[in-house]
């Protein structure tokens, strides 16, 4: 049977099939909590990857990411998918580029094609309300019991039917899909599946005659003809099913049809749960590349585009990074007005040093940088017009430490902290992002500890981006670099001094503290009035 996995290039069923079997016979009996099949999800295998989500995730906002730009809709109907699962696809991005490249050219079809598209929604939704249905508990009644069963074989028929039916021409892994369905619809459980649903519902078909009279009411009602459903395998005539229910009293047997029909049925799902496992896991799969194409649509709603990026190959000769229309995803869902920017590197394994005033967008431009470094070598759509970047074996990222209530150690001591936390988990040509270095500490300790990380992280060959407000270290490192593969982007001002949120070569002159102040109210006018009200009303 040819295993329906999207996220291997190498098809293998991930999932803990044993324990997942379990969960679908109390299921399919009474219903189970939604947690129970996103457990094993969580189980679930990937491809082995290098990089730590404890490195980076908390600073990146990957659950607000997700849940602000992967909302998949479809048909106008909202499906909320199993966020915790994406978070840890996205995370944890293959070490093998054929895994990679596997995903992409699935996401490469079905965004250049409607109809298959259309084809994987549509499967999505059938395997949607077949899980929706295992997770709904019957009714208290026995008939409500056992046509909740028969309901959840429809699903299984539809869904398989769904996947057999579609993705005609696929030279992607979708392929792997119809090829699944196409085996399980030919196996002998789907087929005892199909004609118990059918005998349900189609025991016989009658042919009647109505009579009505002048008030529109049924006078008569006449059977003129009976067919009985033959031709079905559970079919039994009249008579042989009288004989059946007459043997079985002789022998002392006592059941009802109710239980007759409660243990076909039972013994129908057995014979398809092997491949019910596989749907459960396609489930997770598919909500990878709905996700993606979800965020590509909101991208374009804003005026923005994505990329499946160019990633050079560690093993290869690096070449200049460049990302054009890079933007941050996270502004996305703040109604915020999103403003692209174009970054290029003469090399990737370089440190580039950040200045700028404050509310320029330099942290943003960070967080830009590592989520396109993050969803590109995941196999997802990253937030750029066209990227080419190098392979990264991880990625560690460290924003502006908030301080806490049991925080034992002053700014300092948490600053030093954190370059030490980046050294013990630092490989070698990872990703680096480091916003404000030592902006914890006096300027002149500052500086001297700001050159000896960029001195040490040199010999690691990283992809580092750093931001700072040192703007006198920054120009005379410019001018005199400790080390090579430095390289310097400043915040783009427009002729009023004002931040266009775009960047451009070089190191800020300024930190325009004092419009941030006046912005924000800060200035000495202001502070004043302020104090002076504040006297006014002590003496009143």
């Known amino acids: 049977m040819p295993v329906p996995d999207l996220l291997c290039d190498k098809p293998a069923v991930r999932l803990d099939a ?29 491809p082995p990857s290098t990089w730590d989500p404890r490195s980076f995730a ?5 659950p607000e990411l997700i849940a602000g730009c992967c909302k998949v809709i479809i048909g106008g109907h909202p499906y909320p998918i199993d966020r915790a699962n994406l978070a840890r696809i ?71 039917d769904a996947l057999a039916e579609a993705f005609d021409g696929a030279k992607s892994g979708l392929a792997r899909l119809r090829e699944f369905g196409s085996e399980v ?19 016989s078909t009658l042919d009647v005659r109505v009579r009505i009279g002048l008030d529109g009411r049924m006078r008569e009602l006449e059977i003129l003809f009976i067919r009985e459903n033959e031709s079905n395998w559970f079919y039994a005539s009249p008579f042989g099913r009288f004989l059946g229910k007459l043997a079985a009293l002789l022998r002392g047997y006592r059941f009802s049809e109710q239980e007759m029909l409660a243990r076909l049925v039972d013994r129908v799902f057995e014979g398809v749960e092997e491949e019910v496992v596989q749907l459960f896991q396609l489930i997770g799969d598919m909500e990878f590349f709905l996700a993606a194409l979800s ?67 330099k942290t943003r431009l960070l967080q830009s940088l590592a989520i396109a470094q993050m969803l590109g070598q995941a196999g997802f759509f990253s937030p750029a017009r066209a990227a080419r970047l190098a392979h990264a074996p991880g990625l560690f990222v460290s924003l502006i430490e908030e301080a806490t209530a049991d925080q034992t150690e002053g700014r300092l001591g948490v600053e030093l902290i954190r370059i030490r936390s980046l050294f ?48 006198n270290l920054a120009a005379r490192i410019a001018k005199n670099p400790p080390v090579s593969g430095l390289a310097f982007f400043q915040v783009e001002l427009d002729p009023h001094q004002f931040p266009t949120y775009r960047f451009a070569s070089g190191v800020a002159e300024t930190s325009l503290a004092q419009r941030t102040a006046a912005r924000l109210g800060v200035t000495r006018e202001e502070l004043l009035a302020l104090v002076e009200a504040s006297k006014r009303a002590h003496k009143g």
């Open 185 to 203: 619809r030919a196996g002998e459980g789907f087929r005892r599946l199909s004609a118990l649903l059918d005998y349900h519902e189609n025991l």
């Open 295 to 361: 965020f590509r649509d909101l991208a374009e709603a804003n005026g923005l585009s994505v990329c499946l990026p160019e990633i050079v190959p560690a093993s290869e000769e690096p070449t200049g990074r460049s990302l054009s229309g890079l933007f941050n995803p996270l502004l996305l869902s703040q109604g915020v007005r999103v403003v692209a920017c174009d970054i290029a590197t003469p090399r990737p394994d370089m440190t580039v040093i950040v200045t700028g005033p404050n509310s320029g967008g």
């Open 58 to 62: 908390k600073e990146l906002f990957l």
């Open 18 to 46: 044993a324990t997942l079997k379990q969960t679908l016979t109390f299921a399919f009996a009474s219903g189970v909590p939604s947690s129970s099949f996103a457990q094993a999800l969580e189980g679930a295998r990937l």
């Open 424 to 471: 013990e988990k630092l490989q070698v040509g990872s990703m680096v992002i480091l916003d404000e270095l030592c902006s914890g500490t006096n300027p002149s300790e500052g500086e001297e500890i700001f050159e000896l990380v960029i001195t040490l992280l040199a010999e690691l060959s990283p992809q580092a981006f750093i931001t700072t407000h040192f703007l």
């Open 90 to 160: 996205l995370s944890r991005p293959p070490s093998s580029w054929a895994v990679v490249e596997f995903r992409r050219r699935i996401l490469t079809e079905l965004s250049g094609s409607q109809t298959l598209r259309g084809d994987f929604e549509r499967a999505y939704v059938s395997l949607h309300q077949f899980r929706l249905l295992l997770e709904t508990p019957p009714l208290a009644r026995r008939h409500d019991t056992h046509r909740r069963r028969l309901e959840i074989l429809g699903a299984t028929k539809s869904a398989i």
